[in-house]
Every structure is written in C-alpha cells, then in structure tokens.
C-alpha cells in the first residue's frame, strides 16, 4: 500500500451500501450530500473556478461515535452508484502515516499526496478520496506555536492547503470527504475551501430507535431469541439519551455480556440486561466526559 494511504478499492462495493444504511440520519441530510457530490463532479470540469467556485471537498463534523467515517465511506458508494459505468475509486487517507517527527518529512509526505498519488488513482475516472481526522493534516495555525509545535505541523499544513487546491484547478475528477470531531482545530483556511460542511449530531430519540432495532435484528439473525426485544426499543430508545451510535450499538451488544449464560448464548438476552447496559454505557460516557473536560 502507498503510504499515506490507508485503503484503496474500487466502487461499487457492497460493504460501502451497508455504510450508508447503517448511519441513521435525516433523509434531507443524505439527500443534500449526494447532491452537493454529484454537484461538483458534474460542474467542476466544464465551468471554470472563477464562476463557479467550488472546491470539490465536502466537510463532516461532529462529535465522535457519530458514524461520519461509516457515513462517508457511504457517500461513496452513492456517488459510484449514480454513476455506472465510470471508473471510481476509493482512497482513504491515513493522515497519522503522514505526520513525521523529521524536518520537513510531513510537508513532502502531503505534497506528493495530492500532487501525484491522488491524481494518479483517479486518472480515467473519478477519484472519491478520505481525509479522516482532517484535524490532523490541517491542524489550525494560529491556534499552534512554533516555539511548541514544529515548524514542520506549519508546512504540513500550508501543504495540504496547496494540495487541495491543485485538485481544485487541475483535476476536477476528484471529490474531497473530510471527516473531523474537532472542526474548531482545523485551519479555517481548510474550512472555508468546504462546499458543505455537515455537522452530524449524536442521534435523537427517532434515531436511536433505528439504531437500536438494527442492531437486535442483525444479532436475531444468528439468535433468533433476540429478535424479541425489538417490543421494547421505544424503552430502549428513552433509556439511551446522549449516546452516541457508536456506543449505543455496543451498549445493545454488550448487554449479553452481562450473566455468564448469555455471554454464551446472546440469544437468552432479556430486556432488563439492556436497560441496564444502556444505563451503564451513559455513566461511562458521562464519566468520561467530566475526565476530558
């Protein structure tokens, strides 16, 4: 694998549908991504910047356990899908395999990203790239010191700058998904290339239900038992205030484990377990947000 690069695969790909289903959002939410997408793939190569300016890069923020990754990897799939029989590839950035303790090793690792790799997987097609945890390749300048940050976080940054907007001007086949939980450290300069940025909150009672249910009835289908419990995912729901998708759906799972015996056989899983589960997974999630803060 190139480095920098943590995936890359062709679309459509099964797995990526599944994606897109199992982040639990706003139909207006999905639909208003797929066409800011689609948007820029269809204006981008026929009007030029100036009339239409239109940076090709579409920002996801929220706090974590929101499924922005999950629900990127979906766009994805939504753009290849709408389409058929274009050549789209799916590359997701490892922004950590970028970052070097070694002068200047981080500015160059950037600029060959955007300048070579990029263009280079996407050459006769489209090119549907990741840049998960964006904070981290384009960290807010003015929010660093140099005298505590090297000047190399500096270059990186300015790097990644350049980079987006090389893709902008020459190579209009290329849309942008970045993911961030702290949108407050990212450069603005990052933020304000974003044709939408989308704040993706933690699900609300509606959602949690969804998720919930989704959930039990994917373990149902290799213990039938617990396919029962879907009676109570409204008390579910009410029970899980504040959690996250992410933790909801391991709160829903973890409640098996629980007792020994339906550690062993989920299926046995009562919805006591799971009120309990949920309960416990809010005092952890409050816990630790009284530790970060």
């Not at 949690?208 to 396919?227: F, N, Q, Y």
């Amino acid at each position: 694998m190139t480095p920098g690069i943590a995936q890359q695969t062709m679309l459509p790909d099964p797995s990526f549908n599944q994606a897109w289903d199992a982040i639990k959002i706003a139909d207006q939410v999905r639909k208003r991504l797929v066409n800011q997408a689609l948007l820029g793939l269809s204006i981008r190569p026929k009007v030029a910047f100036e009339v239409a300016p239109l940076h090709g890069l579409i920002v996801l923020a929220g706090p974590p356990g929101t499924g922005k990754t999950t629900l990127a990897r979906g766009l994805a799939s939504q753009v290849a899908a709408a389409l058929p029989g274009q050549r789209v590839v799916f590359i997701q950035v490892d922004p950590h395999a970028l970052a070097s303790a070694s002068l200047g090793k981080s500015q160059q690792a950037a600029t060959k990203l955007f300048d070579q790799t990029i263009p280079e997987a996407a050459q006769g097609g489209c090119g549907v790239v990741l840049l998960d945890e964006v904070e981290t390749l384009a960290a807010d300048r003015q929010r660093m010191s140099l005298e505590a940050n090297p000047v190399d976080v500096h270059r990186a940054t300015d790097a990644v700058l350049a980079g987006v907007d090389l893709l902008t001007r020459k190579h209009r086949n290329v849309l942008l998904i970045a993911t961030t939980n702290y949108p407050q450290a990212v450069d603005p300069a990052f933020m304000s290339r974003a044709d939408l940025i989308e704040m993706i909150p933690p699900p609300n009672a509606e959602a949690r239900a969804e998720i919930i249910r989704d959930t039990l009835m994917g373990l149902a289908k290799s213990w039938p038992g617990v396919g029962g419990l879907v009676s109570h995912v409204n008390a579910f729901a009410a029970a899980s205030d504040g959690l996250d998708g992410r933790r909801l759906r391991k709160a829903v799972v973890g409640a098996a484990a629980l007792e020994l015996e339906t550690a062993k056989d989920p299926g046995k899983m009562n919805a006591q377990q799971v009120l309990a589960s949920l309960q416990q997974a809010k005092r952890n999630a409050k816990e630790a947000g009284r530790e970060a803060a």
